[in-house]
């Protein structure tokens, strides 16, 4: 398996469902009669599934093979640590807030979840997103 791949695919995936998450829970999109609160919690579980898997996944792999070098150099080599610099400092820093809103959510004590989502939630998705440009640039991008 290529676990770099797979590890996009992840990242992708739980965007996916955290946008999707949120159109649930605002009314928007297929939700357009309304707020769907079991709908909502639904796909930000499985985003929840879907980064916990990653980031076992993650974690065994770099225990395995260590550290990754990039290949580029120059303006590609900035632009990649451009991306990945935020982006591990954030995923490392998010995953206490995406436990907390979850565990808020599921005492239901929605006044602090909404609060804590609204920092939670763009973080979230932008380290998924990152996630994949910084696979993106280090194994797709890749020549040979």
Same mark, same amino acid.
């Not at 739980?14 to 009669?33: F, H, N, T």
């Not at 769907?36 to 980064?51: C, D, I, P």
């Not at 998010?94 to 004590?109: E, K, Q």
């Given at each position: 398996?290529?676990?770099p791949?797979?590890?996009?695919?992840?990242?992708?995936? &739980? /965007?996916?469902l955290?946008?999707?998450?949120? %159109? +649930?829970?605002?009314?928007?999109?297929?939700w *357009?009669? $309304? =707020?769907? #609160?079991?709908?909502?919690?639904?796909?930000?579980? &499985? /985003?929840?599934?879907?980064?916990?898997?990653? %980031? +076992?996944?993650?974690?065994?792999?770099?225990? *395995?093979? $260590? =550290?990754? #070098?990039?290949?580029?150099?120059?303006?590609?080599?900035t632009?990649?640590?451009?991306?990945?610099?935020?982006?591990?400092?954030?995923?490392?820093?998010?995953?206490?807030?995406?436990?907390?809103?979850?565990?808020?959510a599921?005492?239901g004590?929605?006044?602090a979840?909404?609060?804590l989502?609204?920092?939670?939630l763009?973080?979230?998705?932008?380290?998924s997103?990152?996630?994949?440009?910084?696979?993106y640039?280090?194994?797709?991008?890749?020549?040979?």
């Amino acid at each position: 398996m290529d676990r770099p791949a797979f590890h996009a695919t992840l990242n992708a995936t &739980a /965007a996916v469902l955290l946008v999707l998450g949120w %159109l +649930a829970i605002r009314g928007r999109g297929p939700w *357009r009669s $309304g =707020r769907n #609160e079991r709908t909502h919690k639904g796909l930000m579980l &499985a /985003a929840f599934g879907v980064s916990t898997v990653f %980031l +076992a996944s993650y974690l065994d792999y770099h225990l *395995r093979v $260590g =550290r990754v #070098e990039f290949w580029g150099s120059g303006w590609l080599r900035t632009l990649y640590l451009a991306v990945l610099v935020p982006h591990t400092i954030l995923a490392a820093l998010m995953v206490p807030f995406i436990v907390a809103t979850l565990v808020l959510a599921l005492r239901g004590r929605l006044p602090a979840h909404r609060r804590l989502a609204r920092l939670t939630l763009p973080v979230w998705i932008f380290v998924s997103v990152s996630g994949v440009l910084v696979w993106y640039l280090n194994f797709a991008l890749r020549p040979g």
